[in-house]
């Protein structure tokens, strides 16, 4: 087998976790129809597994105007495509994740840069988890004040 063309696309865990549910979905309408088709056991456990594991991902809660929006905002920065996709399938919560994500980032971009970056990702892709630590933090609260 020969790569014809090393990176043709590059597609968000979104993309990826809703091709999968269309794809296992088509599956199950053929075999309504014939129950005889049946679909290679390996293919399915690798389905089930990466649809379960891009379930536990921000990806699971993200909607395309998201993601226009995402895109939108980080349309000022100068970030490669996949430094966005980096971006947009992890959602950093702090500057460090972002140094992380993208190349030479020290040399492209100031502090004030990626402040405003984050704050971009964080208004576009908000985090179920965000609101997990606001009732963690709301419950450590009250306990402190119990005491």
Same mark, same amino acid.
């Given at each position: 087998?020969?790569? *014809?063309?090393?990176?043709?696309?590059?597609?968000?865990?979104?993309?990826?976790? $809703?091709?999968?549910?269309?794809?296992?979905?088509?599956?199950?309408?053929?075999?309504? $129809?014939?129950?005889?088709?049946?679909?290679?056991?390996?293919? $399915?456990?690798?389905?089930?597994?990466? /649809?379960?594991? =891009? *379930?536990?991902?921000?990806?699971?809660?993200?909607?395309?105007?998201?993601?226009?929006?995402?895109?939108?905002?980080?349309?000022?920065?100068?970030?490669?495509?996949?430094?966005?996709?980096?971006?947009?399938?992890?959602?950093? *919560?702090?500057?460090?994740?972002?140094?992380?994500?993208? %190349?030479?980032?020290?040399? $492209?971009?100031?502090?004030? +840069?990626?402040?405003?970056?984050?704050?971009?990702?964080?208004? /576009? =892709?908000?985090?179920? +988890?965000?609101?997990?630590?606001? %009732?963690?933090?709301?419950?450590?609260?009250?306990?402190?004040? +119990?005491?």
């Amino acid at each position: 087998m020969q790569i *014809k063309s090393v990176r043709s696309a590059l597609i968000t865990n979104y993309e990826v976790l $809703r091709l999968l549910e269309e794809s296992q979905e088509a599956q199950k309408q053929v075999q309504k $129809r014939d129950p005889s088709v049946e679909y290679p056991e390996h293919l $399915r456990t690798v389905q089930f597994e990466l /649809t379960e594991y =891009l *379930k536990e991902t921000p990806c699971s809660t993200q909607a395309p105007e998201q993601i226009s929006n995402f895109m939108k905002a980080m349309s000022k920065f100068e970030l490669t495509k996949a430094e966005k996709l980096q971006i947009l399938n992890l959602r950093p *919560k702090s500057t460090v994740e972002i140094y992380l994500l993208i %190349e030479e980032c020290e040399e $492209r971009f100031t502090e004030e +840069d990626l402040e405003q970056m984050l704050s971009s990702i964080i208004h /576009t =892709l908000p985090r179920d +988890d965000d609101y997990e630590e606001e %009732e963690e933090g709301e419950e450590e609260d009250a306990m402190d004040e +119990d005491e």
